[in-house]
């Protein structure tokens, strides 16, 4: 039986991710809950990944030997006060103090970020309402931290919000799709707690 417009319509009209359902947890070190940060994050990203290979040998093969994981960048919308800059600006002084220009401990600054795509539908409550939009993956970044704050432009011919965009590093990361938990093995090394950075785990699949 052929497929009719509207059954093609009916089965890709809500079938799509959209790019603008979504939410960022951060806890930046010193700053313990920061709903305004989470809120006001306006752009984030699903991190890419990268492997590096050696150069093609006689019989055009490239082996990989490295994996590669690339910065993630996030933009906030800023509070009048700019507090969401003081954030990072303070958070990139734990890294290195601006007064004697020394290096904190990588457990200091380090902390875990969280992006949530989340799907069109809602969560189905026991009343029968609809609640929050169900989440469809989870990416975890692991030891991430700020490693540069972009200049923010003033403009007397704007009367547009103030942005602020963030680059940040991290570990690697670990995803876990629909609703759930991340499920990670047992590490070898002593800190159990802390995901291997040469292995990304997807749902029990590593890559």
């Known amino acids: 039986m052929a497929l009719r417009i509207s059954d093609i319509i009916a089965q890709t009209s809500a079938s799509f991710a959209r790019p603008n359902l979504f939410r960022v947890e951060i806890e930046a070190p010193g700053f313990a809950g920061n709903p305004n940060l989470n809120l006001n994050c306006y752009n984030a990203q699903i991190p890419g990944l990268s492997t590096v290979g050696t150069d093609k040998?006689?019989?055009?093969?490239?082996?990989?030997?490295?994996?590669?994981?690339?910065?993630?960048?996030?933009?906030?919308?800023?509070?009048?006060?700019?507090?969401?800059?003081?954030?990072?600006?303070?958070?990139?002084?734990?890294?290195?103090?601006?007064?004697?220009?020394?290096?904190?401990?990588?457990?200091?600054?380090?902390?875990?970020?969280?992006?949530?795509?989340?799907?069109?539908?809602?969560?189905?409550l026991d009343d029968g309402t609809v609640g929050q939009n169900e989440r469809t993956m989870t990416t975890t970044l692991h030891e991430a931290y700020p490693k540069k704050i972009d200049p923010m432009q003033l403009d007397y011919g704007s009367s547009d919000i103030m942005r602020m965009t963030t680059s940040f590093t991290y570990r690697n990361f670990t995803q876990a799709w629909g609703d759930g938990e991340q499920e990670l093995p047992d590490w070898e090394d002593e800190d159990r707690s802390k995901p291997d950075p040469q292995q990304t785990i997807v749902k029990n699949r590593f890559f």
């Open 57 to 124: 040998d006689m019989g055009l093969r490239s082996i990989a030997y490295s994996k590669i994981y690339d910065d993630v960048i996030l933009s906030f919308y800023c509070s009048e006060d700019l507090w969401e800059l003081r954030v990072m600006q303070d958070w990139m002084n734990i890294i290195n103090s601006p007064i004697t220009n020394s290096l904190n401990f990588y457990t200091e600054y380090t902390t875990t970020i969280k992006i949530i795509h989340l799907s069109r539908t809602g969560t189905k």
